[in-house]
């Protein structure tokens, strides 16, 4: 009878007065080549009463899947530990990476902002005009006066009044840079500079035009504020055909000047309504 199962060693048995015979067993567990020993072993014994040990087992090799799985365990619970902490490490050290990659970005934020209040950009910071009686005041007073919203350069003031030039552009942001040609920074007062001084010391009124576009009336106020520097205006508000203005004048005779082409602009002097600012 064949007996199914797993061959898991292979045995030598020695039998006394005939020799060594040697059995491949194909047996499934331990337990069952001990019984087939046994029952070797009893029945050789009934046939030689006189031999006290008539079979002798002089060696088992055994291929037992079950002592094969015991002793791969500790192996493999052993290299499962060590991939579990090498899994766990790599996390670890990635955390850290992750952590120290926003702290970076954070400081980097920072000096960034730093950066930025400590050299304010001069669109963002507001124009300021110096103290009356400085000489910062009056340079600034003599270039509303001479260049109204015309460009100048450093060559257009008296050579000790240059430096004052870079003043009023990066203290107090009351000029503007227009353009650079080479090294030479070409200037121009800003209009809400110039808007304040003309209202503190000269005169302002306010106008409102009717039968004109928008357009039409910015490029008239351009071409006067040209001709004349001690003029300048701001929009106020309008819509289609009626536009209101702020119009900014040094003295009476700029005011004269172009209220006089003004009237001249509009053609119908209902069109063309004037008040006190």
């Not at 014994?45 to 002089?58: M, Y």
């Not at 006089?260 to 063309?272: A, D, E, H, Q």
Request: net charge negative; charged share 30%.
């Amino acid at each position: 009878m064949e007996v199914q199962g797993r061959r898991i060693g292979s045995v030598e048995i020695e039998l006394r007065n005939v020799g060594t015979v040697h059995l491949k067993l194909p047996v499934s567990d331990v337990k069952q080549l001990m019984d087939f020993i046994k029952n070797i072993s009893n029945g050789w014994q009934s046939n030689d009463s006189q031999s006290q040990t008539p079979i002798k087992v002089k060696s088992v090799d055994l291929e037992d899947e079950e002592r094969d799985s015991e002793a791969r365990t500790p192996q493999i619970s052993e290299a499962t530990e060590g991939k579990d902490k090498i899994v766990q490490r790599r996390e670890m050290i990635e955390g850290r990476i992750d952590t120290l990659e926003e702290k970076i970005a954070t400081l980097v934020d920072m000096n960034r902002k730093l950066i930025e209040n400590l050299n304010p950009d001069d669109e963002d910071s507001e124009p300021k005009i110096p103290s009356s009686g400085t000489k910062y005041n009056s340079v600034l007073q003599d270039l509303v006066e001479r260049f109204g919203n015309d460009t100048f350069t450093g060559r257009d003031v008296a050579d000790d009044e240059r430096h004052v030039l870079s003043i009023l552009n990066n203290k107090y942001n009351a000029l503007e840079v227009a353009e650079t040609q080479g090294r030479t920074n070409i200037y121009r007062v800003r209009k809400e500079v110039m808007q304040r001084i003309l209202a503190s010391e000269g005169t302002s009124n306010i106008i409102e035009i009717r039968g004109k576009d928008r357009k039409s009336c910015d490029a008239f106020l351009d071409t006067n504020q040209k001709r004349y520097p001690g003029f300048t205006y701001a929009f106020l508000e309008g819509n289609g055909l009626r536009q209101k203005y702020r119009l900014f004048f040094k003295d009476n005779s700029v005011q004269l000047s172009v209220t006089s082409n003004l009237g001249r602009f509009v053609g119908n002097k209902t069109n063309l309504i004037v008040r006190e600012a």
